[in-house]
């Protein structure tokens, strides 16, 4: 029988041939020269390179159902699929070892012509980890630099989630199959990346997430990224081994800072030790992140009307994400230990020009809608 395909069709037909695998695969594309040479090759050719059990169900699928239904099954489903080589692989894979064969996908791929930023951290993160990954995811995306990350629990599923409500594009990296959502809690956050930027998996659909896979997942991430943000990580923690991946690839990891009595602080405190960058403050690291880029990215950012006030800056707390011009003036000073409203104004004298009752009106606003915490009613901290 004659077969007729192109690289795309027969490559995914391999790939979605149970027991082959990607070794079996690139032993086919080292003897043969191209996929559509491997699949339609004679028995006698197959016996040179697989074994009579790999070759003979590449033989009967081939036959039953042709090499062509594969790739148009994932189209029928709304699954994209593309190859190293065709127009819209990332070039950014293309530079790292062991680059993925293929991508299925939803949505979108990232535009190698578009920054992106990828953000992880614990899972199990701290209040001072979740306000600062929704800072830095959305000053991301008021700069247009997109935001990626494994779609975890915890940070990454924060700043994801923060960077599509605030208009950005995000894209998450599975380590399963394209439409097994892990974990299943993401669900939500797994459609809307679907519309604001895509989902991406190496693995076929149906494949369900085991260990093995995320650390090979984590160089999708981190080779689709410009520059890797850590926020919390403990000592040992399956972050950094997306920072260790991040580093042989040659990508700028910037850590969060924190306590050394913190344990999900750790990680990030030994990171900058080794020589990651410290993140002082969200706009420092766009300035700083801007300069190294090898392409400009000249995306404005966004200003947004609050009322008689023009706000340039913005920040995410609770359920209001958008912070006044003297609302983020107040939270650049704070953090989770207690100040009196004169330590504030003192913090705050020589960028504002407010009056103690207005800054007692600004805390009192903030701490009705959750941006602060009040205690024994004179001191006042991040809420949490």
């Known amino acids: 029988m004659k077969y007729t395909c192109d690289e795309t069709e027969a490559l995914c037909f391999l790939q979605m041939t149970p027991g082959i695998y990607n ?6 594309y080292d003897r043969f020269g191209s996929y559509v040479t491997a699949v339609t090759a004679d028995e006698s050719d197959y016996k040179k390179v697989l074994k009579s059990d790999e070759y003979e169900i590449i033989l009967a699928r081939r036959e039953i159902s042709g090499i062509t239904g594969d790739y148009q099954n994932l189209r029928s489903k709304g699954i994209n699929y593309c190859i190293q080589g065709s127009a819209n692989f990332p070039k950014k894979l293309m530079n ?81 199959g394209i439409d097994i959502c892990y974990p299943s809690q993401n669900r939500s956050l797994y459609d809307k990346a679907v519309i604001n930027g895509g989902i991406i998996s190496e693995y076929p659909p149906g494949t369900p997430a085991r260990p093995f896979m995320f650390p090979q997942r984590n160089r999708i991430i981190s080779g689709l990224s410009d520059a890797v943000i850590v926020i919390e990580a403990r000592e040992r923690s399956g972050t950094l081994i997306t920072v260790n991946t991040a580093l042989s690839q040659g990508k700028d990891v910037y850590a969060l800072p924190g306590r050394t009595t913190d344990s999900l602080s750790y990680g990030c405190n030994k990171l900058i030790k080794d020589g990651a960058v410290p993140l002082l403050r969200p706009f420092e690291f766009i300035e700083e992140f801007r300069a190294r880029l090898p392409y400009n990215n000249t995306a404005p950012t966004p200003s947004y009307t609050d009322g008689n006030k023009n706000v340039t800056e913005s920040n995410a707390f609770g359920d209001n994400m958008f912070l006044t011009s003297n609302e983020r003036m107040v939270m650049s000073v704070m953090d ?49």
């Open 23 to 28: 070794s079996q695969i690139k032993k086919l």
């Open 96 to 176: 790292i070892p062991d680059a993925p064969l293929s991508l299925y996908y939803k949505g979108a791929l990232p535009d190698d012509k578009r920054p992106v930023v990828a953000i992880i951290g614990a899972r199990n993160c701290s209040g001072y980890g979740r306000q600062m990954a929704r800072e830095y995811a959305l000053e991301l995306a008021y700069n247009g630099i997109s935001v990626i990350s494994g779609l975890a629990r915890g940070i990454d599923a924060l700043a994801e989630n923060t960077a599509i409500d605030a208009g950005g594009i995000s894209y998450g990296v599975l380590g399963s």
């Open 336 to 384: 989770y230990n207690p100040k009196s409203a004169g330590e504030i104004f003192y913090e705050i004298s020589e960028k504002a020009t407010l009056t103690i009752p207005e800054l007692l009106q600004i805390l009192t606003d903030m701490t009705i809608q959750h941006k602060l915490k009040c205690i024994d009613g004179y001191n006042y901290c991040i809420y949490n």
